[in-house]
């Protein structure tokens, strides 16, 4: 192996580690993103499991003109 065609195997392989260095980048930002929307969606959905178990924790309110139904 020559000198030349052992630097144009080095550029090469540099070259290539360079177009998935980026293409990686790639992946891992839209990665983010998404864990970014699914991180919303659960802090959403955990509010609305709060807001409902409250619900039923708390006992009824009876309307104070409704009449009892034995009436």
Known sequence: MTNDHAIED?????????Q????LNAVVASQALHIDRLEQQIRALA?????????????PA??????????
């Open 62 to 71: 009876a309307p104070a003109s409704e009449k009892p139904p034995h009436y």
């Open 10 to 18: 080095l550029q090469s392989r540099l070259a290539f580690q360079e």
């Open 20 to 23: 998935t260095l980026m293409e």
């Open 47 to 59: 509010g609305t499991y709060r807001d409902l178990r409250n619900e039923m924790d708390s006992p």
